[in-house]
Structure formats: structure tokens, C-alpha cells
């Protein structure tokens, strides 16, 4: 299904978007942050949905900041708000997948009348020292959960390298080599998933940017009356159940999906599992 690509100037800055499908309305923003929004692309979804695909501020053909330290999560949540502005619905679904989860969630806190429905994926309420912790203590036994694959020792280096990288080249490199760690099993459909993973390009001054502001929501999540789907993958180290399980108590209208054979890519990993728990949101 071709999509078709639109812009908005927010502060002079250039934000770029792309719409595929028909039906309700449904804004996507990517995770990262700094990740080029094309990995989200969910054409199964582009049935039931007229989705709108933001390329994040700072990556693709979208604008830049002059300063990094702005791209924090209030800058995303200001862009995203002209993007549906810019749309001119009264009301969207949104869907936010790990880092876009953090910026749907704020938005939908200070816009709530501007929001139909929510499918939080792959995210969380908190980010902080112990959401880092557990998220490290996943990627350093990733190794020991594959002894039989020599390339996983590589793993959690690559992702360091991803991390600490200063330029877009060396960022989606060290990204791309980590890339397994994301998935529930990589190895044995590493044929189904290595297009994917070879498409995958990252932006690094969007990623080096620490947001001073400390992220957790989860006082304010009662304050989200519409239907929300939680999404989550079994096996995701960065962003599973755990924080999964306290954004769903946290929401009025919660349904909390748990993929069991996806890590942070449940719709490449389940797609058929994953549209149909977004799907439903239509249904409530």
C-alpha cells in the first residue's frame, strides 16, 4: 500500500509525516529516540486504520534542532500536537512504541480531549536508575542465553557502541549489530528478520540527548480515561511486562496484551497478535 508524505513548520522547523490506509485516524511516533520511523511501518494495520507515521524531529527528512539538548520529551509532545493539528480531526488513536510511548502518554496528559484511543507499546510509565538496571541485567545475559551462537557474545559491546556513538553512521551500525537482543528469537528466523535489521538507521544527536526531566507518569495515569491497549513482548529486555503491568493497573480503561513470542518488535515478530490487539480498540 503506498503512502503519501505531508509537512509542518513548528518553530521553522520542518516536520515531516506520512499517511497510508483508510478508516479512524491513528498517529504513530517511533522510538529511539532517533530511530527512523520507516521500522514502524505496519501495513496490516494501514486496513483498518488511516495511519499517520511521524518521522521524529532531528531524524529522515524531518528538521533539525539547532541544540541538542532540545530534543527532550515536551519538544516531541509540541511537535506531535501540530502533526494532529495539522490533520484537523477532532479526535485520534495513538500509538506509541517504546520512547513514542513516553511522548503519547505526556500527550495524551496534556491534550486529552485531542485522543480517542491509546495502544502503548512496548513502553513504560518510568524510566530511571532501576529501569536501566533491569533493562543492562537482560542485555548482559543475553550471551549466556545463546551459547550456541558465537555472534551473541557480540551483543551487548555492539549495543554499547550503539549508545555512545557521536555520529548517525556509527549509531545505526553498533544498532543494527545489537538488533538481536530486541527480539524473542532471533536466531531461528534470522532469514525472516535480517531485511528488517538491515533497514534499520538511527539519527545520533536525537539519541545522545539526555532529557534532564525525569520520566514517570504513573501518579498521572488515572487521569487517562479513554480505551488503552498495553502491548508488550514476553521477551523484551528494555521495555517488558514488568512496566507493562504498571502502566495497565495505572489507566481507567486498560487491556493488557502480553505477546509470548516477541521481544520489542511484536508486530514483526506476531503481526497477526499485534493487529488484532490494536485493532480492538475500534470495538470499545
Not at 34 to 39: N, P, R, S, T
Not at 137 to 164: K, M, N
Request: glycine content about 8%; hydrophobic content about 40%; aromatic content about 10%.
Amino acid at each position: 500500500m503506498s503512502s503519501t508524505s505531508h509537512e509542518v513548520t513548528v518553530d521553522g522547523v520542518r516536520q515531516v509525516y506520512h499517511v497510508a490506509g483508510s478508516g479512524p485516524v491513528c498517529v504513530v511516533h517511533s522510538g529511539g529516540p532517533g530511530i527512523e520511523w520507516a521500522y514502524l511501518r505496519m501495513p496490516s494495520l494501514e486496513e483498518h486504520f488511516t495511519m499517520v507515521y511521524v518521522e521524529p524531529v532531528g531524524t529522515g527528512a524531518s528538521g533539525r534542532l539547532d541544540n541538542a539538548a532540545d530534543y527532550r520529551l515536551d519538544t516531541y509532545v509540541r511537535f506531535l500536537d501540530a502533526v494532529i493539528d495539522h490533520l484537523g480531526e477532532p479526535r485520534v488513536h495513538l500509538l506509541g512504541h517504546s520512547h513514542g510511548g513516553f511522548v503519547v502518554q505526556r500527550y495524551a496528559l496534556a491534550h486529552p480531549d485531542r485522543v480517542a484511543g491509546l495502544a502503548l507499546y512496548d513502553t513504560s510509565p518510568v524510566t530511571g536508575a532501576e529501569f536501566w538496571a533491569e533493562a543492562m541485567a537482560g542485555l548482559t545475559a543475553y550471551p549466556q542465553r545463546h551459547p550456541d551462537r558465537p555472534e551473541a557474545a557480540e551483543i551487548p559491546a555492539a549495543f554499547q557502541q550503539a549508545v555512545t556513538a557521536t555520529d548517525d553512521e556509527a549509531l545505526s551500525a553498533g544498532l543494527r549489530a545489537a538488533l538481536p537482543v530486541y527480539f524473542a528469537d532471533f536466531w531461528s528466523r534470522k532469514s525472516e528478520f535480517a531485511p528488517f535489521q538491515a533497514a534499520v538507521r538511527a539519527w545520533s544527536a536525537p539519541a545522545g540527548a539526555q532529557d534532564p526531566t525525569p520520566f514517570d507518569v504513573r501518579e498521572s495515569l488515572a487521569e487517562i480515561t479513554v480505551p488503552a491497549v498495553v502491548i508488550v513482548g514476553a521477551h523484551d529486555f528494555i521495555c517488558g511486562p514488568r512496566w507493562a503491568e504498571q502502566l495497565h493497573e495505572g489507566l481507567k480503561d486498560s487491556r493488557l496484551v502480553l505477546l509470548e513470542r516477541s521481544g520489542h518488535f511484536g508486530h514483526i515478530e506476531q503481526p497477526v497478535e499485534f493487529t488484532r490487539a490494536v485493532v480492538e480498540l475500534l470495538e470499545r
